[in-house]
């Protein structure tokens, strides 16, 4: 074996980003293990959240404009990842690169999510009127990005916040028919 690990004749591949679709049948204590991490990035998640928008934590200075923006390297430091942890010890649990990854929940979740544009107020109306028929409507948001794909977030004043919950991270019970992205098999593969 050489230095890095690899036999002679043997290559690294790097993949790209991707998504796929498998079926988990976890025993019991597999399955507690995973529920308790997938809790713990709910928590992290939905306090980082609460924190930039309530209490505004977690932003740079104020730009020419008087905007504040969310500082994403703070985000994934590993002191922001010990203060959550010291609010709440289930956030332990969790595999540091699944928060404070390149594809952790903060790097590509909260950062997408920040990228989204708001609703416009005929949006908003819209939306009122078909609730009080009892139709659903929903509007497909595009996040701004650059040329090259890379998000641009919208300042906090002109974000909406989104937290997660159990509708929109899935618990064992479920998981079965959960389709894992990138990040959720990082913390499969940490598992191991």
């Known amino acids: 074996m050489t230095a890095t690990g690899l036999r002679p004749g043997e290559k690294y591949y790097q993949i790209p980003n991707y998504t796929m679709k498998c079926r988990l049948y976890p025993n019991k204590t597999a399955a507690a293990t995973i529920d308790r991490i997938i809790f713990g990035v709910q928590l992290a998640y939905n306090h980082t959240v609460y924190e930039i928008f309530n209490n505004h934590f977690y932003l740079k200075e ?35 690169s699944a928060l404070t990854g390149h594809n952790g929940v903060f790097n590509s979740d909260l950062k997408r999510a920040m990228s989204l544009p708001p609703d416009t107020s005929e949006q908003k109306n819209l939306k ?37 919950n159990r509708k929109k991270l899935v618990g064992v019970t479920h998981i079965r028919k959960f389709v894992l992205r990138y990040r959720l098999v990082t913390i499969i593969m940490c598992l191991k």
């Open 62 to 96: 104020p730009d020419k404009n008087g905007e504040h923006y969310v500082d994403f390297r703070h985000l994934k430091s590993k002191e922001h990842r010990q203060h959550l942890i010291s609010i709440d010890p289930r956030i332990g649990n969790v595999p540091s």
């Open 128 to 164: 009122k009127v078909l609730r009080a028929q009892g139709k659903k409507c929903s509007f497909k948001k595009t996040p701004r990005t650059t040329k090259n794909g890379a998000l641009i977030p919208f300042p906090v004043e002109k974000s909406v916040p989104s937290f997660y």
